[in-house]
């Protein structure tokens, strides 16, 4: 059979499908790099008026303080002493779900929180996961497409998600995270938070670091087996939704302690692994938890419209004195994110209650749909101008710096960069209990039943390659429970 072009909207056929263009193989992405733009521009457009994904959310406002002292790593306000506290807000989420759907169902989990800080709205976006299936946007829409329902049938598939990640063995760390419990929380309260990125932080005296930010939760892990799970979401389908309000509306506060981890810029450069890799977490042992402060949720919005279903959260929404790394899937989102919600919200939507800065806006930008005029009714729209008193602090000029490489191409994202096992073994050896090991295999061997139709076997013997490669055992124990025999090949893959 023939086979088809692949082409952009045009009808312009194109090579480059997977890998964004960048200044060297870990340089900054290209804003040239339409074909990325136009790909991300059309997915986020695809519902409406829901969210792609973390459509089923719950949200609730609170109080982040500092506790311990990181001054040394970073400029930003918030962080210039012990005891510094901001107004914030939380959403959670799960991914792959549409709004009506179950929030029990078995999936990364969304941690998106905003701080209301005096040098503006800070928004730190990321899942109760460290680590993430893909590590470049181009392959975002790809990817949710597998999670979300077949264009005939309209139905989750099996077929369609181990398809996906057995052609993507990057994919397998976080793999193990979601067909482990972790995948199935207890609600929101009983769950870590990872920004999972990393981004960078700026002191004073204009020096950087690389940092990857952690919240634990102080009401210690809990999650639901498969089974629990499955039933409760036909007994609740807004289990964690009602288990986040009634524990706030009964005063108990759920509380998470924020860490981070520091890697020097030397440091990065002699890292294992790429250090700007999402589908990579860095080892404790190397670079210790640093506690910065504690967030406590202790108010639900007296609208879940209005505040819940309207907030916006981006990657975008930095503070002076903390930036973002060269991580390709970070980039990816830097654009994606607002333009979501300039289409979903509308051009407008910082305006709105839940995503306003309290302090000082002083822009000039003007006027779209639902503009609210009462903070610049007159005001000039542009600047230079002879009339207002605002003017650029050099104070926030950006932080200037040199890259490593002046070549520009589509670098393939696994060339030199190609361990995707090493980390998911450790995880499944050394981070698992032997509870934990025979839950993550039941539960893949119960997703993996539900691979059907031609390429079955093609689609279940990939992944068993992957699961061989990350630990013997656990390809094993799979492969016997799907009743697969395992021949010398497969075995050969796994060395």
Same mark, same amino acid.
């Given at each position: 059979m023939d086979s088809k072009k692949l082409t952009l909207?045009?009808?312009?056929?194109?090579?480059?499908?997977?890998d964004s263009q960048t200044v060297g193989p870990r340089g900054p992405v290209l804003l040239q790099d339409f074909i990325l733009q136009e790909n991300l521009a059309h997915f986020v457009r695809e519902r409406i008026p829901e969210r792609i994904v973390h459509a089923k959310g719950s949200g609730a406002y609170g109080t982040f303080t500092v506790t311990h002292d990181i001054s040394q790593y970073t400029k930003a306000k918030l962080f210039s002493k012990v005891g510094n506290s901001c107004r914030m807000f939380a959403r959670f989420s799960t991914v792959g779900g549409e709004k009506g759907s179950a929030d029990t169902?078995?999936?990364?989990?969304?941690?998106?929180?905003? *701080?209301?800080?005096?040098?503006?709205?800070?928004?730190?976006?990321?899942?109760?996961?460290?680590?993430? *299936?893909?590590?470049?946007?181009?392959? *975002?829409?790809?990817?949710?497409?597998?999670?979300?329902?077949?264009?005939?049938?309209?139905?989750?598939?099996?077929?369609?998600?181990?398809?996906?990640?057995?052609?993507?063995?990057?994919?397998?760390?976080q793999v193990l995270i979601l067909m482990s419990d972790r995948g199935t929380p207890h609600g929101y309260r009983h769950m870590h938070g990872f920004g999972s990125h990393t981004f960078a932080m700026i002191n004073a005296q204009n020096e950087r670091v690389w940092v990857k930010f952690h919240f634990k939760t102080k009401q210690g892990i809990k999650n639901f087996t498969d089974a629990e799970?499955?039933?409760? #979401?036909?007994?609740?389908?807004?289990? #964690?939704?009602?288990d986040l309000c009634n524990a706030i509306e009964n005063g108990d506060f759920p509380k998470w302690t924020m860490y981070i981890q520091v890697m020097t810029e030397e440091q990065a450069k002699d890292f294992r692994w790429n250090p700007f890799d999402v589908t990579k977490v860095w080892f404790h042992d190397d670079y210790p938890m640093i506690?910065?402060?504690?967030?406590?949720?202790?108010?639900?919005?007296?609208?879940?419209?209005?505040?819940?279903?309207?907030?916006?959260?981006?990657?975008?929404?930095?503070?002076?004195?903390?930036?973002?790394?060269?991580?390709?899937?970070?980039?990816?989102?830097? $654009?994606?994110?607002?333009?979501?919600? +300039?289409? +979903?919200?509308?051009?407008?939507?910082?305006?709105?209650?839940?995503?306003?800065?309290?302090? #000082?806006?002083?822009?000039?930008?003007?006027?779209? $749909?639902? #503009?609210?005029?009462?903070?610049?009714?007159d005001k000039p729209n542009y600047y230079p101008n002879s009339f207002d008193d605002v003017k650029p602090d050099p104070a926030y000029k950006n932080y200037e710096y040199e890259l490593d490489s002046a070549h520009v191409a589509n670098y393939n994202r696994n060339e030199n960069d190609d361990d995707h096992y090493t980390q998911p073994g450790l995880l499944y050896t050394k981070s698992m209990t032997a509870e934990d090991r025979e839950h993550l295999i039941n539960n893949i061997i119960?997703?993996?039943?539900?691979?059907?139709?031609?390429?079955?076997?093609?689609?279940?013997?990939?992944?068993?390659?992957?699961? *061989?490669?990350?630990n013997i055992e656990l390809g094993?124990?799979?492969?016997?429970?799907?009743?697969?025999?395992?021949?010398?090949?497969?075995m050969n893959h796994s060395k």
């Open positions: 909207s045009n009808g312009a056929p194109y090579f480059e499908h997977q169902a078995r999936d990364p989990r969304g941690f998106a929180l905003k *701080f209301y800080t005096e040098d503006g709205n800070w928004d730190l976006v990321g899942n109760n996961t460290p680590v993430f *299936f893909i590590k470049d946007a181009k392959k *975002f829409p790809d990817f949710i497409h597998t999670q979300k329902r077949v264009p005939k049938t309209n139905l989750k598939s099996a077929t369609m998600m181990w398809d996906f990640w057995s052609h993507n063995p990057e994919s397998l760390h799970a499955v039933q409760m #979401a036909g007994e609740n389908p807004d289990f #964690a939704q009602e506690e910065v402060g504690e967030m406590e949720l202790n108010e639900i919005p007296v609208n879940y419209f209005a505040h819940v279903e309207q907030s916006t959260f981006s990657p975008s929404s930095l503070v002076n004195g903390i930036s973002f790394s060269p991580d390709k899937m970070l980039q990816g989102r830097l $654009f994606s994110y607002p333009d979501a919600h +300039r289409y +979903r919200v509308g051009v407008n939507a910082h305006q709105l209650e839940v995503n306003r800065c309290p302090f #000082a806006v002083n822009n000039y930008q003007r006027d779209g $749909f639902m #503009a609210d005029s009462s903070e610049y009714q119960g997703s993996m039943k539900g691979i059907t139709g031609p390429k079955r076997d093609e689609i279940i013997n990939r992944q068993l390659c992957h699961f *061989f490669r990350a094993m124990k799979v492969a016997s429970q799907l009743n697969i025999n395992i021949d010398a090949n497969m």
